[in-house]
């Protein structure tokens, strides 16, 4: 189905066939069909209209619909497998980040940020990567939930972390950067609703992760950015999922290849570094 | 038997002409009904064939005949 002439052509074949249709959406790619008698006829009648159809189980709670996706994930199943090229490729350069960051850091002051930043550049990098896949096959709620999300993860990564090491205001302007334009980048995927709430989350993410990491320098900052980036990363995990889970039923997508995903995580992690290193630093405490 | 065409306006894919086929199939002296949606019209053959109807049957459709 791909419009309301879709919709239409659906619902009169299926009430020809004595049934009727309860709701049908052509965006989402599904009908909730009324029926009593013969399924098969119903079925007949939508072919011969000329669209294929998938019986979708009945609805299942979240946590079932996980626990099959996990073990489908590690089974291989072809359905998951743009999810896994994702997971393999944020793996791989995560360590290639890690040892450069090792090299180039591991006496630094800055290090365990450095670290952090090699995190959040892969993770947020990973789903700029699949919203990117998919981008053509969101409709605006879909798109409006990636560009939030996106905005407002990247927003507060990167801001609590420059926050941590330059102060509140270079985080800031980092972050809500940051946040803003890789907000934007995804959600525009699904028109100007999408572009405004990346723009917005990308505002309230980089202003709240910088002013955290500040005010929190004396208060177990140590303890509170592992917590925090991991709080993050399962956020970001949850929407990988939801694309997956929508789009990714809907459509198959090609992922970027190795090359460009590490080089879309390394400049992340290069212009993050490059802040932390060379921007003002107009605060001192703890992680200064 | 006599031809009518129309210009139609709103068709965007296959889907509409065959909802436009279907509806204005349905007409009383409708032979037969061919809708491009890439040239925007609507051929109809048949013989009487009622030209409001046609215009009201695209119109219900959701399109907009010129």
């Given at each position: 189905?791909?419009?309301?002439?879709?919709?239409?052509?659906?619902?009169?074949?299926?009430?020809?066939?004595?049934?009727?249709?309860?709701?049908?959406?052509?965006?989402?790619?599904?009908?909730?069909?009324?029926?009593?008698?013969?399924?098969?006829?119903?079925?007949?009648?939508?072919?011969?209209?000329?669209?294929?159809?998938?019986?979708?189980?009945?609805?299942?709670?979240?946590?079932?619909?996980?626990?099959?996706?996990?073990?489908?994930?590690?089974?291989?199943?072809?359905?998951?497998?743009?999810?896994?090229?994702?997971?393999?490729?944020?793996?791989?350069?995560?360590?290639?980040?890690?040892?450069?960051?090792?090299?180039?850091?591991?006496?630094?002051?800055?290090?365990?940020?450095?670290?952090?930043?090699?995190?959040?550049?892969?993770?947020?990098?990973?789903?700029?990567?699949l919203a990117r896949a998919y981008k053509s096959h969101f409709n605006c709620m879909e798109g409006m939930m990636v560009g939030m999300t996106v905005g407002m993860s990247a927003g507060f990564l990167f801001g609590a972390i420059v926050g941590a090491t330059n102060g509140m205001f270079v985080g800031s302007v980092f972050g809500m950067l940051l946040g803003m334009a890789l907000g934007y980048y995804v959600g525009k995927a699904c028109g100007i609703m999408g572009a405004m709430e990346g723009l917005m989350a990308g505002i309230m993410g980089g202003t709240m992760g910088a002013m955290l990491t500040v005010m929190m320098q004396f208060d177990h900052l140590g303890e509170f950015m592992p917590l925090f980036v991991l709080s993050n990363l399962l956020v970001l995990a949850g929407l990988k999922y939801m694309i997956y889970y929508y789009a990714g039923k809907r459509t198959e997508a090609k992922f970027m290849q190795p090359s460009s995903f590490f080089a879309l995580a390394l400049a992340l992690l290069a212009l993050t570094v490059a802040v932390i290193l060379f921007a003002p630093h107009f605060a001192s405490g703890l992680a200064y | 038997m006599a031809r009518m065409s129309f210009k139609v306006k709103g068709m965007h894919c296959p889907s509409c002409e065959k909802l436009l086929q279907m509806d204005i199939g349905d007409i009383p002296g409708v032979k037969s009904v061919k809708a491009d949606w890439k040239a925007g019209t609507v051929d109809v053959d048949g013989d009487k064939i009622d030209k409001a109807a046609v215009k009201k049957a695209i119109a219900g459709a959701g399109y907009k005949p010129e």
């Open positions: 189905m791909t419009c309301e002439a879709c919709e239409k052509l659906i619902t009169r074949a299926v009430e020809k066939a004595g049934a009727s249709v309860k709701e049908i959406s052509a965006s989402k790619g599904f009908a909730v069909i009324g029926y009593d008698g013969d399924k098969s006829v119903i079925e007949a009648a939508i072919e011969k209209a000329g669209y294929s159809l998938d019986e979708l189980p009945p609805s299942t709670p979240l946590e079932q619909q996980l626990s099959t996706f996990i073990s489908d994930f590690i089974a291989g199943k072809p359905a998951t497998k743009v999810l896994r090229t994702c997971f393999t490729y944020s793996i791989i350069s995560f360590m290639l980040l890690a040892a450069i960051s090792f090299a180039g850091f591991a006496s630094s002051k800055y290090f365990i940020y450095v670290i952090y930043s090699a995190i959040s550049a892969v993770a947020v990098g990973g789903a700029i990567a | -």
